[in-house]
Every structure is written in C-alpha cells, then in structure tokens.
C-alpha cells in the first residue's frame, strides 16, 4: 500500500502497523533526513510534510 501512495520501503526496513483507538493514540517521529545533521528547526520543518507525520512518506532530503 505505501508502494501505491510512492513510499518504496526498502528490504531491511521494518514496518509495523498499529490502529489507533478512543483510548490509544500513536506519535509518529520521522528518521531524521539524511544530511540534515546542521539544519535549525525551521529548516528541519520544511523537509517533514503531513504524510511524514502520518506514516505514508519519508522526509525529504535537503
């Protein structure tokens, strides 16, 4: 399904999928983007879209 929506995942990626409830909810932390290492956090935020924070993409890279 991530494949559909243009997420590849790569074969030694783990992916784990858990439904949220009335009594659980989930925090999703994106990996940090390759040679982010020096960016403050406005830039950080620019890299990380809505679909980072829901599971269906990963970060862009600077």
């Known amino acids: ?19 949220s409830t009335a009594d659980l909810r989930d925090m999703l932390l994106p990996s940090r983007p390759a040679g982010s290492e020096g960016l403050d956090e406005a830039a950080l935020a620019e890299l990380v879209t809505r679909d980072c924070m829901i599971g269906t993409a990963v970060p862009k890279t600077p």
């Open 1 to 19: 399904m991530l494949q559909e929506f243009g997420t590849p995942i790569p074969d030694d990626m783990e992916v784990r999928v858990h439904d």
